[in-house]
């Protein structure tokens, strides 16, 4: 049996293929090792009944996450799913290699990672080349869930959201200052916290704060990270996330102006990531 995982932050998305050929589809908690002890990593399994009976048939398991781009990292995850699914093959390697393998495949193109947080990297059809961005949460995220909700938190408590914002705003999230930096300064998770904020801007796309948001931050993930690239308007470049998913319109518009050429744009890259496994042979990239 083969189990295959595309993790952030907030949520991890599994496919496990039966002996058969069945694919069982489930989904956990996020998994990032900057975060989550392995003792806490073990839990999440505990909480998923979608796979107990299969623990000791599992034969493969490539797990792909935020946070994994150290071997420390890979190592928590790796020890932690070993213990749980003990007759199984492990490999743990950094979430935007299973958005390459999902969007670009074999073939050359740049790859964005825009969901809780954010990444880029650019595939020239054989190997990644090293990017200078991922910085996290703190130094980094451009145009993530994260930057969006530290946008819109910031915002709201400087009294600078238009007030047909803030109130509903407000209303839904009850939130105040000293809440907000306990919060995020003392408590776990704190990126998830940030990319919570993020869906508010859905159920208000129209009102002209949230485009202005929207679009400055996608004008910044393009200027900072896909401009990096000498040869970005010549290359495919892909998406994978809920946030280029759900507001894909204004990213192609701030991409289009850019010139700057969109290929695919993925919510979730699992089931063209299990698929490129199963039938591809995975390579150190």
């Given at each position: 049996m083969l189990l295959v995982a595309d993790s952030g932050s907030t949520k991890a998305d599994w496919i496990l293929t039966r002996s058969d050929n069945q694919a069982i589809h489930f989904r956990t908690k996020g998994i990032n090792p900057f975060f989550l002890s392995e003792k806490d990593i073990i839990q999440v399994f505990q909480n998923a009944p979608?796979?107990?009976?299969?623990?000791?048939?599992?034969?493969?398991?490539?797990?792909?996450?935020?946070?994994?781009?150290?071997?420390?990292?890979?190592?928590?995850?790796?020890?932690?799913?070993?213990?749980?699914?003990?007759?199984?093959?492990?490999?743990?390697?950094i979430d935007i290699i299973a958005s390459i393998y999902a969007t670009c495949g074999s073939d050359p193109g740049i790859c964005c990672i825009l969901g809780t947080g954010s990444n880029i990297s650019y595939f020239d059809g054989v190997k990644i080349h090293d990017s200078?961005?991922?910085?996290?949460?703190?130094?980094?995220?451009?145009?993530?869930?994260?930057?969006?909700?530290?946008?819109?938190?910031?915002?709201?408590?400087?009294?600078?959201?238009?007030?047909?914002?803030?109130?509903?705003?407000?209303?839904?999230?009850?939130?105040?200052?000293?809440?907000?930096?306990?919060?995020?300064?003392q408590q776990a998770s704190p990126n998830s916290f940030l990319a919570s904020f993020a869906p508010f801007?859905?159920?208000?796309?129209?009102?002209?704060?949230?485009?202005?948001?929207?679009?400055?931050?996608?004008d910044e993930f393009v200027e900072t990270n896909i401009k990096s690239y000498p040869d970005h308007k010549r290359q495919i470049c892909h998406f994978v996330g809920s946030i280029a998913f759900h507001f894909k319109d204004l990213l192609k518009e701030i991409c289009e102006t850019k010139g700057i050429r969109v290929g695919k744009i993925l919510k979730h890259p699992i089931d063209e990531l299990s698929s490129f496994i199963l039938h591809n042979e995975v390579k150190n990239l």
């Open positions: 979608e796979v107990q009976e299969y623990v000791d048939e599992v034969r493969e398991i490539y797990f792909f996450g935020a946070g994994c781009s150290s071997p420390d990292r890979r190592e928590i995850i790796s020890n932690a799913l070993s213990k749980v699914f003990k007759n199984a093959f492990v490999s743990v390697d200078k961005h991922g910085l996290g949460y703190i130094l980094g995220d451009e145009g993530s869930g994260t930057y969006f909700g530290r946008k819109l938190i910031t915002s709201f408590l400087y009294g600078t959201m238009p007030a047909e914002l803030s109130v509903p705003f407000g209303g839904k999230f009850s939130i105040d200052k000293e809440s907000v930096i306990k919060r995020i300064y801007m859905s159920d208000h796309i129209d009102h002209p704060f949230i485009v202005d948001l929207l679009k400055n931050g996608f």
